[in-house]
């Protein structure tokens, strides 16, 4: 089965409609695509008004299983969490178009990419892999995108034809998604030890002498504007990160080294998590949710729960 020349006459399903297959939906919208279609995992539980009322809004087709979905696309995108990256592959093959494209965009080990893309080239689809290279929300589609696979050549094109903005890194598996992990190491890491230092050094009342030797040390860095948006980014995303963060060490742990740091920095994001899921920092979706542009509100509000 040959599928349609034209990229933007595909029919796209997107497994995992959360914040990044929100944003891809928005945009492929956007770009002309005319058949879209989803599925979450939430879809039929009482968490899925708000997922099915945007579908409704862009005129994305809720399916009721992956199975459904792969067999009514010509290009799957997988953005599930980090821990569904194989699950979602499983899940997905055995009803592939013959030839039908698989872009996984998921976080995970080289390890867990590679296991995937056995079981969708097994079933007859090409898989990809996708290593999404910073965070999605600023650039949305036009995201940094390495791929990975004897396939992506082949796909990349294509998909900068939907509106991508992709590099191919490798003919070889594990490649693109080994650079996000690796790079993951530290930007996460970074994340968690800002949060740990500056509220600590809330607590002892020496923030402004701590910022001041980061300011010294470091100048081309605005700390208190970076120190806001990885409060904010942790508070609102802590669950997904922690999932990504434990692939990351995973990646570590697959060539035979301790992940201590990518296992502290999980620890730390998954904390936080549990704080926004006990509404530390507010109504999560409000207005006021994390929105703070001074990070002192939300350590404040750490340290009182800790306390």
């Given at each position: ?98 030839g039908a494209w698989f872009l996984d965009f998921n976080s995970a080990s080289p390890g ?128 997904r990160r922690s999932e990504e963060v434990r692939e990351v060490a995973a990646t570590v ?55």
């Amino acid at each position: 089965m040959s599928l349609p020349a034209d990229p933007l006459q595909w029919s796209i399903g997107l497994v995992g409609y959360g914040e990044v297959g929100r944003i891809l939906a928005e945009d492929l919208r956007a770009r002309g695509v005319g058949n879209l279609l989803t599925y979450d995992i939430k879809f039929g539980t009482a968490d899925d008004a708000p997922l099915l009322a945007h579908a409704a809004q862009y005129g994305v087709r809720p399916m009721t299983g992956h199975a459904f979905l792969a067999r009514a696309a010509d290009l799957v995108i997988s953005a599930v969490t980090a821990d569904q990256t194989v699950a979602a592959a499983v899940s997905s093959a055995p009803t592939l178009k013959p030839g039908a494209w698989f872009l996984d965009f998921n976080s995970a080990s080289p390890g867990a990419k590679i296991k995937a893309a056995g079981i969708v080239d097994a079933a007859g689809g090409r898989y990809v892999e996708g290593a999404v290279m910073t965070s999605i929300p600023p650039h949305r589609i036009r995201v940094p995108l390495l791929l990975g696979g004897a396939s992506a050549a082949e796909l990349a094109p294509l998909l900068c034809a939907l509106g991508f903005r992709t590099k191919v890194a490798s003919e070889k598996l594990g490649v693109a998604s080994a650079t996000k992990m690796c790079r993951s190491v530290m930007i996460k890491g970074l994340e968690s030890m800002v949060i740990e230092s500056f509220t600590a050094a809330r607590a002892y009342g020496v923030e402004d002498q701590v910022l001041a030797s980061l300011y010294e040390t470091f100048p081309g860095i605005d700390w208190e504007k970076q120190g806001a948006y990885f409060f904010q980014r942790v508070i609102e995303h802590g669950r997904r990160r922690s999932e990504e963060v434990r692939e990351v060490a995973a990646t570590v742990r697959e060539i035979g080294l301790t992940p201590w740091s990518a296992q502290g920095t999980a620890e730390r994001q998954a904390w936080v998590a549990d704080l926004t899921d006990e509404g530390v920092f507010g109504k999560k979706g409000s207005k006021e949710f994390a929105r703070s542009a001074d990070w002192r509100v939300e350590a404040d509000r750490i340290l009182a729960k800790v306390k």
